[in-house]
């Protein structure tokens, strides 16, 4: 079947320290590799995503790539800053499929003390 | 729009009465997923509608939930007989098509009291 696991949180940080949040997969067929970012009371939004193995995916310095071997899909920022606490989720999508269901890890919260 | 709009933002109910969730989609989009977050928990997959495909509800926790979705629009879930652990926010997603990412609206914070 297709899930996503995600390390569990909170984690907790000191500005300007590297991140990293692990998640890997398993799935059936080919799937694309996404995180969200949740911040304090907003709605989930795209961080970065990857459609292919090997794929690396970036957005305001988050970092991950999409390893095949190994089915995981790191998140990594290597200064992370105050702004960036917020709960972040993996997620994959697979096709070839009728039906583009996300699947979801259980999230992990970042907190990035000054 | 320019974004997935949900109403209301707020709803607190009685436990026993049914309540609706609204969500208004990209235009465009013809997929539309809904999802339920219970307070510091993740994400719980409710129910997928893919075009005028029939909808994929592996995810409706009861017979008390249900959804639709008009014209490959708008869609409404229904929550019937409302109980306290229904209490989470309740967030619609859409997608342009398969494999590409979803577009997350504010959610709606359903509390039965």
């Known amino acids: 079947g297709n899930s996503v696991t995600q390390m569990e949180g909170p984690v907790t940080l000191s500005e300007e320290a590297f991140l990293t949040i692990n998640c890997t997969y398993t799935?059936?067929?080919?799937?694309?590799l996404f995180w969200y970012v949740q911040y304090p009371g907003e709605g989930l939004q795209l961080l970065l995503k990857a459609t292919k193995a090997d794929d690396k995916g970036s957005n305001k310095g988050f970092e991950a790539t999409y390893r095949k071997e190994t089915t995981s899909f790191h998140l990594e920022k290597g200064s992370v800053q105050v702004s960036d606490s917020a709960v972040y989720f993996c997620a994959l999508s697979v096709t070839p499929t009728n039906f583009n269901k996300f699947y979801f890890g259980s999230g992990t919260k970042l907190n990035v003390k000054p | 729009g320019a974004g997935v709009s949900q109403s209301p933002s707020n709803k607190v109910t009685e436990k026993g009465k049914d309540v609706e969730l609204r969500c208004d989609p990209i235009?465009?989009?013809?997929?539309l997923y809904w999802y339920r977050q219970s307070l510091g928990q993740g994400l719980e997959f409710l129910i997928y509608f893919q075009g005028n495909s029939a909808p994929d509800k592996s995810g409706l926790p009861s017979d008390r939930f249900s959804a639709e979705r008009t014209g490959g629009s708008v869609s409404t879930l229904t929550i019937q007989r409302t109980q306290q652990e229904d209490s989470a926010v309740y967030l619609c997603?859409?997608?342009?098509?398969?494999?590409?990412?979803?577009?997350f609206g504010q959610g709606t914070r359903l509390t039965v009291v």
């Open positions: 997603a859409s997608s342009f098509r398969a494999n590409t990412e979803a577009f």
């Open positions: 235009s465009g989009h013809t997929a």
């Open positions: 799935a059936t067929g080919y799937p694309s």
